[in-house]
């Protein structure tokens, strides 16, 4: 039972997704426990995969008894386990948090297939995750991407709508470049496994060095888009600020890292390491890295409303996350995975905030959230920690993150890509700080006249992903673990 752990974790949430509409006809009070629990049981599956991969080490999963090059094959290893544990936990407490606050932002009649499509898109992420197959890969990533513009356009909003459309028509060009990707590996390979297609590129790029080429261009490109890396990202500051809060979490928290984990496999699993001495694509990933850090904090320091400084702080982010894929060192790689976590917990919570401030007061804009602090402290607590972690503040997890990069780069003698993030973390400082300054110490003239009560349910959450913030800010060893496992490839 345990070896089909993998595929029945992707199967229950599959499963839930369809069952949830159902319920909403005849047992509309179920559809919310059923969504919760299925999340709760894939956390616990991808914790009880996490030992047994520790016991046994990485395994495959043959789908239907069909081993490859016929059938489809899944892939167990750190890596894998590693982001279904973070992609489980973040977006089990976005939903729990989602199930007050999206009676307050999308009308109750499309809640059941807001549930369905977030399930949808867990399903489809950890099915990314662990597929070892190029074309079931592209099968998960279309699913993603439908699944993402469902709940960005969920909400009763013209911007939302318009948001949508923007993000559909932008993720199917990224499709496109992933499917003529794969088309081309697997016209001069013969074979869509990801093992396979490894074994055969070596021989292939004397053979047809172009093709392979284009192809690892396409990927770069493609995934490039829908992980919104610089300056291919124009779709997120509209997306994320407009969509549903539990939303613009998820969106930026999980969805567009899983892509930058594809790309992750595909380049140092699968193409083959003499290609990186033909072309030097670390070299334009890094390039672009520098250019989204930079170019995202410039844009969030200029802007007024609050979830768009989020989305566009996200940009940067994600650069982060690329520098430590084109440094490609030991401890810089380590960084770079290790934000995907990091970041996870902080943007979540961040944007989770947020909705909290919109929820209570209907306030969006950033200068009239003086004197906030004092109406809503335990918000603006986990805003201001999440704040400082983004920043870099030791003692948050946003600090480890940081601080690894900069040592690959150093181990690498680049000592160009440190100033880099030590520029980049004042540039985060100077349109953090106000905010948390003015909050706690601003007196705001008009005071809200109109302020809701924050439901617990919304606000345990968000002081959970606090507390991690800290947690792995002081004590980051369980994660660090993990992370240098998953970059043994």
Known sequence: MSLHLPV????????????????????????????????????????????????????????????????????????????LIVISS???????????????????????????????????????ALTNDLFNLF???????????????????????????????LSALGSGCILL???????????????????????????YPYNIVIALGLFVVGFGV?????????????????APSPSSAVLSGLVIKIYA???????????????????????????????????GSIFAMVQDDLKRMLAYSSIAQIGYIFMGIGLFGGRALTGGLLHIFNHAMMKSMLFLAAGLIIYATGIRNLKDLK???????WTMGAFAVGAFSM???????????????????????????????????????????????????GTKVDPVSEFRDVPALMLIPVLILAAGVIFFGFYPKPLLDLVNKAISF
């Open 8 to 83: 029945l974790i992707v199967v229950l949430l599959l499963a839930a997704s369809y069952t949830v509409p159902l319920l909403d006809r005849y047992r509309r009070g179920l559809t919310l426990p059923v969504t919760i629990l299925s999340l709760i049981t894939a956390f616990i599956s991808s914790l009880y995969l996490l030992y047994l991969i520790g016991v046994q080490g990485p395994f495959v999963y043959h789908l239907g008894g069909w081993p490859p090059p016929w059938g489809i094959e899944l892939y167990i290893d750190y890596l894998a386990v590693y982001m």
């Open 90 to 128: 973040i977006g089990l407490l976005v939903i729990i948090y989602g199930a007050k606050d999206l009676l307050h932002e999308i009308n109750e009649e499309v809640l059941s297939w807001y549930y369905t499509l977030y399930l949808l898109l867990m399903a489809s992420m950890i099915g990314i």
């Open 139 to 169: 099968v998960f990533v279309e699913i993603s991407a439908i699944a993402s513009c469902g709940i960005i356009s969920a909400k009763a909003d013209r911007r939302c709508i318009e948001a949508s459309i923007k993000y559909l028509i």
């Open 181 to 207: 990707a794969v088309a081309m590996i697997y016209m001069i390979t013969g074979n869509l496994n990801f093992d396979y297609v490894a074994a055969a590129l070596p021989e292939a790029l004397k053979l």
């Open 226 to 242: 829908k992980s919104a890396l610089f300056p291919l990202h124009v779709w997120l500051p509209d997306a994320h600020s407009s």
């Open 261 to 295: 984990v594809a790309l992750v496999k595909l380049l140092f699993r699968v193409f083959p390491p003499q290609i990186f001495e033909a072309i030097p694509i670390l070299d334009v990933i890094l390039f672009l890295s520098v250019f989204a850090v930079m170019a």
């Open 371 to 377: 004197g906030i602090g004092v109406r809503m402290p």
């Open 391 to 441: 920043v870099g503040i030791p003692g948050t997890s946003g600090f480890i993150s940081k601080w690894f990069l900069a040592l690959g780069a150093l181990d690498l003698n680049r000592p160009f890509y440190v100033a880099i993030i030590l520029l980049s973390s004042l540039l985060n400082g100077i349109y953090y700080f106000p905010i948390i300054i003015d909050a706690f110490f």
